[in-house]
């Protein structure tokens, strides 16, 4: 039975350093008797669920090339978009007190105190007025689990809407794919709203639910050793791309110099193994392609590079970067 709330408000927002903490708190902090509420903002950040396939969620490039982040966490659940008009929360507990009905209720009465009449759609979604306006996603590990969601405040629609449009080529993969819905911004609902009224509600909210007074948390006392290790984990390669989740990719056109088609092999972002089919003259180009493209990671900016530097005609070269590009990688 849950005796003792925590909370904490983080001001870090950066994305791997927060999913760090996350399950630090759920790992290490939260116990037997206790919930622990975490508020947490990452900016400008594409957080994608622990069985997504990247590439299929987000446009990779677009987001990188305007000084994003992509992020992958440990729970299930689609791609979302994360900035400083988006809150996160996270309820951190032992298994035994893990209750979903109850914490999402928090979720509710936040919003009604805020005057907004929210209301939960399934098992994932929580609407207001048709809309959704917070996806939320669940772990469990050993004992200690998570159920964490988002906000959405005052968030950037055009750019979630640019960065979650995965790519227009051909994809095989296993990975878990995202569910579109119409989305809000609660300030829409509640004009004035900001992170702070809204993390003031929840807090609230919290407290009332439980029936107990919360303690906030001071980042002075985290192990700061254990959360530098737990983020590196996070920002590794290896993890944000899931090498054990290798896809195809694949994409072609018709040209004045024949008609082409390439099929990746995919894995930890890398293009591991490259077959390309075409009817041009020239009986070399395939292998040349394949040598070229093989090694590179699996980016438009990198595929150009690849092709750019392959011994094949310029026109050959203009118009399979132009078949990249148009790919949305």
């Known amino acids: 039975m849950i005796r003792q709330l925590y909370t904490y408000f983080g001001t870090d927002t950066d994305p791997y350093s927060n999913l760090a903490l996350e399950q630090y708190l759920t790992e290490t902090v939260a116990d037997e008797r206790s919930c622990i509420l975490y508020l947490w903002q990452n900016q400008n950040t594409v957080v994608i ?8 969620e987000c446009r990779t490039g677009l987001l990188e090339n305007e000084g994003g982040t992509l992020a992958r966490r440990l729970s299930g659940g689609g791609a979302v978009f994360h900035d400083l008009g988006n809150l996160n929360f996270t309820f951190s507990v032992a298994q035994s007190n893990y209750d979903l009905s109850r914490q999402q209720q928090v979720i509710v009465m936040a919003c009604r105190l805020l ?3 929210a209301e939960l759609s399934g098992r994932n979604d929580l609407l207001a007025e048709g809309r959704k306006f917070s996806g939320n996603s669940y772990y469990s590990h050993d004992g200690k689990a998570f159920h964490n969601g988002t906000l959405l405040i005052d968030a950037d629609m055009e750019k979630m809407g640019r960065y979650l449009s995965p790519s227009t ?8 794919d995202s569910v579109r ?3 809000v911004n609660l300030r829409e609902l ?8 809204m993390a003031d509600a929840m807090i609230q909210a919290f407290e009332q639910v439980y029936g107990l007074p919360s303690t906030p ?6 192990d700061a050793a254990k959360l530098e290790k737990l983020r590196d984990q996070f920002s590794s390669r290896s993890w944000v791309f899931r090498p054990e989740l290798p896809f195809d990719f694949a994409c072609g056109d018709k040209f004045g110099w024949g008609e082409i088609r390439l099929q990746l092999r995919i894995g930890e972002g890398v ?3 490259a077959e390309v089919y075409t009817d041009a003259m020239d009986a070399d180009l395939s292998a040349v392609l394949e040598h070229a493209l093989e090694g590179c990671t699996f980016s438009a900016c990198d595929l150009f590079r690849g092709i750019n530097g392959a ?3 310029p026109e050959v070269k203009t118009d399979l970067c132009g078949l990249i590009a148009a790919q949305n990688i």
């Open 181 to 183: 819905s119409r989305v």
């Open 217 to 222: 948390l001071h980042r002075e006392d985290f």
């Open 311 to 313: 011994s094949v005609p």
């Open 169 to 176: 080529a051909k994809i095989v993969s296993k990975g878990v």
């Open 271 to 273: 293009c591991l193994h």
């Open 190 to 197: 509640c004009p004035g709203l900001t992170v702070e009224k």
């Open 49 to 56: 669920g622990r069985n997504q396939n990247a590439w299929r």
């Open 115 to 117: 005057g907004i009449r």
